[in-house]
């Protein structure tokens, strides 16, 4: 996964590639340029040709260290690549959010969190579309899972004002977002 920066050639020996944060560990395969050569990587030998066993990649940047060793045994040349793993994005945000019936106001502006709409007394229920800004976050409406883009279910209105929430956790686990919308049902006439 990656590319290498700058692109390879066996005069130069340090490297540079960037992996998203779902990119957990990586595999390097090094092709030696003297059939008697050996070459290891991170001190494990490989198989010219062949994928290295599977570098576990933490956030942030891991060195990676080929070294080939030439045909007399003593003569010896180190590459490096130094992979840089991405933290995970703190994008608690939605894109957009709509509603089955009603409209929101004010109009949606992700920066925004508090939202009314109003519907008439035969509007016994309504649903919302949520749709995230960071396709690796997650959210649940009114306490419920709901896939981005995807409707929640049918939420039961009762006359007055029913508040429905709508809260985003972002791809690191911890930042949140919680947006609500009242809605307010009209009384019988």
């Given at each position: ?18 992996v998203s944060y779902a ?120 306490g419920t899972a709901v896939t ?42």
């Amino acid at each position: 996964v990656g590319s290498l920066s700058p692109v390879f050639s066996a005069t130069s020996i340090n490297y540079t590639a960037s992996v998203s944060y779902a990119t957990t560990s990586m595999t390097v395969t090094p092709t030696r340029a003297q059939a008697d050569a050996t070459v290891t990587v991170n001190g494990t030998p490989v198989m010219s040709g062949t994928p290295s066993g599977a570098i576990p990649l933490p956030v942030g940047t891991t060195p990676i260290t080929i070294l080939v060793t030439a045909q007399d045994g003593t003569t010896t040349k180190t590459y490096t690549l130094n992979v840089t793993r991405a933290a995970p994005s703190n994008n608690a945000n939605l894109a957009n959010l709509t509603a089955s019936v009603g409209t929101l106001t004010p109009s949606f502006d992700t920066a925004i969190i508090d939202y009314s709409a109003n519907v008439s007394n035969s509007t016994t229920s309504m649903a919302v579309t949520p749709i995230l800004a960071q396709t690796d976050a997650t959210l649940t409406v009114n306490g419920t899972a709901v896939t981005s883009g995807a409707s929640s279910a049918e939420i039961p209105l009762a006359v007055g004002v029913t508040p429905i929430t709508i809260h985003v956790t972002a791809q690191d686990g911890t930042t949140t977002k919680t947006y609500t919308l009242n809605v307010t049902r009209d009384a019988p006439l």
